[in-house]
Protein backbone atom coordinates (compact mmCIF):
# COMPACT_ATOMS: atom_id res chain seq x y z
CA UNK A 1 0.00 0.00 0.00
CA UNK A 2 1.37 3.50 -0.75
CA UNK A 3 0.61 5.93 2.07
CA UNK A 4 1.85 7.71 4.45
CA UNK A 5 2.19 6.64 7.84
CA UNK A 6 2.99 8.25 11.41
CA UNK A 7 4.20 6.42 14.93
CA UNK A 8 3.15 6.26 17.35
CA UNK A 9 -0.94 7.06 17.24
CA UNK A 10 -0.55 8.10 21.36
CA UNK A 11 2.79 9.41 22.81
CA UNK A 12 2.67 10.66 26.67
CA UNK A 13 5.77 12.35 27.59
CA UNK A 14 7.08 13.72 31.22
CA UNK A 15 7.85 17.64 31.00
CA UNK A 16 11.51 18.48 29.95
CA UNK A 17 12.23 14.95 28.26
CA UNK A 18 12.72 15.38 24.11
CA UNK A 19 10.20 13.24 22.11
CA UNK A 20 10.90 12.23 18.68
CA UNK A 21 7.87 11.99 15.95
CA UNK A 22 7.91 9.29 13.07
CA UNK A 23 7.23 10.31 9.48
CA UNK A 24 7.21 8.38 6.72
CA UNK A 25 6.24 7.87 3.09
CA UNK A 26 6.60 5.83 0.39
CA UNK A 27 5.05 7.86 -2.59
CA UNK A 28 8.08 9.46 -3.49
CA UNK A 29 7.03 12.61 -2.51
CA UNK A 30 10.11 15.16 -2.59
CA UNK A 31 8.66 17.56 -0.37
CA UNK A 32 7.07 16.62 3.35
CA UNK A 33 5.91 19.13 5.91
CA UNK A 34 5.34 18.76 9.69
CA UNK A 35 1.76 20.80 10.96
CA UNK A 36 0.63 21.25 14.38
CA UNK A 37 -3.43 21.65 15.54
CA UNK A 38 -4.79 22.75 18.77
CA UNK A 39 -8.50 21.89 19.85
CA UNK A 40 -11.20 23.89 17.68
CA UNK A 41 -8.09 25.02 15.35
CA UNK A 42 -6.66 24.66 12.16
CA UNK A 43 -3.28 23.21 10.58
CA UNK A 44 -0.27 25.34 11.84
CA UNK A 45 3.14 25.08 10.02
CA UNK A 46 6.10 23.84 12.29
CA UNK A 47 8.31 22.30 9.26
CA UNK A 48 9.05 21.47 5.41
CA UNK A 49 11.39 20.11 3.67
CA UNK A 50 11.03 20.35 -0.43
CA UNK A 51 14.45 18.19 -0.99
CA UNK A 52 16.62 15.67 0.91
CA UNK A 53 18.91 17.24 3.30
CA UNK A 54 16.79 20.76 3.44
CA UNK A 55 14.58 21.90 5.65
CA UNK A 56 13.42 25.49 6.36
CA UNK A 57 11.10 27.23 9.36
CA UNK A 58 7.48 27.45 9.30
CA UNK A 59 5.13 29.75 11.57
CA UNK A 60 5.82 27.81 14.79
CA UNK A 61 9.37 26.00 14.37
CA UNK A 62 10.39 27.28 17.81
CA UNK A 63 10.98 24.43 20.31
CA UNK A 64 10.84 21.81 17.48
CA UNK A 65 13.64 20.35 15.18
CA UNK A 66 13.69 18.20 11.86
CA UNK A 67 16.00 16.23 9.54
CA UNK A 68 15.57 14.99 6.13
CA UNK A 69 18.34 12.05 5.63
CA UNK A 70 16.20 10.25 3.60
CA UNK A 71 13.53 11.36 1.12
CA UNK A 72 10.92 8.60 2.72
CA UNK A 73 11.70 9.93 6.42
CA UNK A 74 10.90 13.22 8.53
CA UNK A 75 11.25 13.08 11.62
CA UNK A 76 9.93 15.71 13.93
CA UNK A 77 11.40 16.21 17.69
CA UNK A 78 9.79 18.17 20.30
CA UNK A 79 12.57 19.20 22.27
CA UNK A 80 12.19 20.41 26.21
CA UNK A 81 12.29 24.28 24.91
CA UNK A 82 9.00 23.99 23.63
CA UNK A 83 6.77 25.47 26.13
CA UNK A 84 3.17 24.16 25.36
CA UNK A 85 4.04 20.84 23.23
CA UNK A 86 0.46 19.06 24.00
CA UNK A 87 -0.80 18.65 20.89
CA UNK A 88 -1.50 16.73 17.69
CA UNK A 89 0.72 16.38 15.68
CA UNK A 90 0.47 16.00 11.60
CA UNK A 91 2.83 15.12 8.74
CA UNK A 92 2.18 15.28 5.45
CA UNK A 93 4.09 15.21 2.03
CA UNK A 94 3.14 16.59 -1.76
CA UNK A 95 4.85 16.03 -5.02
CA UNK A 96 4.85 20.22 -5.85
CA UNK A 97 2.53 22.43 -5.14
CA UNK A 98 -0.79 21.14 -4.88
CA UNK A 99 -2.53 18.39 -3.02
CA UNK A 100 -1.00 17.31 0.30
CA UNK A 101 -1.40 13.51 1.44
CA UNK A 102 -1.15 13.50 5.15
CA UNK A 103 -0.72 11.00 7.63
CA UNK A 104 -2.80 9.74 11.01
CA UNK A 105 -1.31 11.75 13.06
CA UNK A 106 0.15 11.70 16.38
CA UNK A 107 -1.73 12.58 19.54
CA UNK A 108 1.09 14.22 22.06
CA UNK A 109 0.58 14.96 25.60
CA UNK A 110 2.83 16.30 28.30
CA UNK A 111 2.47 15.97 31.41
CA UNK B 1 0.03 32.53 9.86
CA UNK B 2 -3.41 31.37 9.45
CA UNK B 3 -4.49 32.94 6.05
CA UNK B 4 -7.80 31.26 5.23
CA UNK B 5 -10.93 31.81 7.85
CA UNK B 6 -14.11 29.63 7.14
CA UNK B 7 -17.60 30.49 7.53
CA UNK B 8 -19.35 29.72 9.75
CA UNK B 9 -17.36 27.95 12.47
CA UNK B 10 -20.32 25.16 12.89
CA UNK B 11 -23.10 23.68 10.83
CA UNK B 12 -26.07 21.69 11.34
CA UNK B 13 -27.90 20.24 8.43
CA UNK B 14 -30.49 17.44 8.11
CA UNK B 15 -29.64 14.55 5.61
CA UNK B 16 -30.41 15.52 2.00
CA UNK B 17 -30.19 19.35 2.48
CA UNK B 18 -27.32 20.95 0.75
CA UNK B 19 -24.64 22.29 3.16
CA UNK B 20 -22.44 25.70 2.09
CA UNK B 21 -19.08 26.58 3.61
CA UNK B 22 -17.37 29.97 2.73
CA UNK B 23 -13.19 30.65 3.09
CA UNK B 24 -11.99 33.89 2.94
CA UNK B 25 -7.91 34.32 2.50
CA UNK B 26 -5.97 37.52 2.89
CA UNK B 27 -2.95 37.63 0.38
CA UNK B 28 -2.91 36.39 -3.71
CA UNK B 29 -2.49 32.69 -3.99
CA UNK B 30 -1.85 29.94 -6.75
CA UNK B 31 -4.19 27.50 -5.54
CA UNK B 32 -6.77 27.08 -3.09
CA UNK B 33 -7.48 23.92 -1.94
CA UNK B 34 -10.63 22.18 0.20
CA UNK B 35 -10.05 19.32 3.11
CA UNK B 36 -12.00 17.49 5.16
CA UNK B 37 -10.80 16.13 8.85
CA UNK B 38 -12.88 13.14 10.61
CA UNK B 39 -12.80 13.42 14.28
CA UNK B 40 -8.82 12.61 15.86
CA UNK B 41 -7.93 11.65 12.01
CA UNK B 42 -5.65 13.24 9.29
CA UNK B 43 -7.13 15.06 6.92
CA UNK B 44 -8.33 13.91 3.24
CA UNK B 45 -7.91 16.40 0.48
CA UNK B 46 -11.31 16.90 -1.68
CA UNK B 47 -10.73 19.97 -4.49
CA UNK B 48 -7.86 22.18 -5.67
CA UNK B 49 -8.78 25.24 -7.61
CA UNK B 50 -6.41 27.02 -9.65
CA UNK B 51 -6.46 30.98 -9.15
CA UNK B 52 -7.42 31.05 -12.89
CA UNK B 53 -10.35 29.09 -12.29
CA UNK B 54 -13.93 30.32 -11.23
CA UNK B 55 -15.67 26.72 -10.37
CA UNK B 56 -14.80 23.20 -10.04
CA UNK B 57 -17.07 19.83 -9.78
CA UNK B 58 -16.22 16.38 -7.99
CA UNK B 59 -18.89 14.57 -6.96
CA UNK B 60 -21.53 15.92 -4.93
CA UNK B 61 -18.67 19.09 -4.26
CA UNK B 62 -18.64 22.45 -5.82
CA UNK B 63 -16.30 24.55 -5.07
CA UNK B 64 -16.29 28.46 -6.71
CA UNK B 65 -13.25 31.18 -6.32
CA UNK B 66 -13.56 34.44 -6.83
CA UNK B 67 -10.17 36.30 -6.45
CA UNK B 68 -11.30 39.56 -6.77
CA UNK B 69 -12.95 39.22 -3.47
CA UNK B 70 -10.61 36.56 -2.22
CA UNK B 71 -13.20 34.17 -1.57
CA UNK B 72 -14.06 30.58 -1.75
CA UNK B 73 -17.58 28.59 -1.00
CA UNK B 74 -17.65 24.88 -0.88
CA UNK B 75 -20.84 23.10 -1.64
CA UNK B 76 -21.90 19.54 -0.79
CA UNK B 77 -25.21 18.44 -2.47
CA UNK B 78 -27.92 16.01 -0.84
CA UNK B 79 -25.41 15.50 1.95
CA UNK B 80 -25.50 12.08 3.85
CA UNK B 81 -24.45 11.52 7.84
CA UNK B 82 -21.29 10.30 6.57
CA UNK B 83 -20.70 13.79 5.65
CA UNK B 84 -20.37 14.87 8.94
CA UNK B 85 -16.53 16.09 9.39
CA UNK B 86 -14.47 18.96 9.76
CA UNK B 87 -13.41 21.29 6.44
CA UNK B 88 -10.74 23.23 5.83
CA UNK B 89 -9.69 25.68 3.11
CA UNK B 90 -5.92 26.04 2.54
CA UNK B 91 -4.15 28.36 0.33
CA UNK B 92 0.05 28.10 -0.66
CA UNK B 93 2.35 30.52 0.40
CA UNK B 94 4.60 32.15 -2.20
CA UNK B 95 7.30 32.23 1.43
CA UNK B 96 6.61 28.58 2.32
CA UNK B 97 7.34 26.50 -0.70
CA UNK B 98 4.77 24.53 -1.30
CA UNK B 99 3.67 24.60 2.24
CA UNK B 100 -0.63 25.57 3.06
CA UNK B 101 -1.81 28.10 5.23
CA UNK B 102 -4.85 26.77 6.53
CA UNK B 103 -7.83 28.15 8.53
CA UNK B 104 -9.94 26.89 11.45
CA UNK B 105 -12.47 24.59 9.92
CA UNK B 106 -16.32 24.46 9.16
CA UNK B 107 -17.76 21.55 11.55
CA UNK B 108 -20.23 20.18 10.20
CA UNK B 109 -22.78 17.64 11.72
CA UNK B 110 -25.41 15.84 9.15
CA UNK B 111 -28.13 14.24 11.33
CA UNK B 112 -30.36 11.46 9.79
Known amino acids: DGGITQSPKYLFRKEGQNVTLSCEQN?????MYWYRQDPGQGLRLIYYSQIVNDFQKGDIAEGYSVSREKKESFPLTVTSAQKNPTAFYLC??????????FGPGTRLTVT | SQQGEEDPQALSIQEGENATMNCSYK?????LQWYRQNSGRGLVHLIL?????REKHSGRLRVTLDTSKKSSSLLITASRAADTASYFC????????????FGKGTSLLVTP
Open chain 1, 92 to 101: ASSISRGEQY
Open chain 1, 27 to 31: LNHDA
Open chain 2, 49 to 53: IRSNE
Open chain 2, 27 to 31: TSINN
Open chain 2, 90 to 101: ATDSANSGYALN
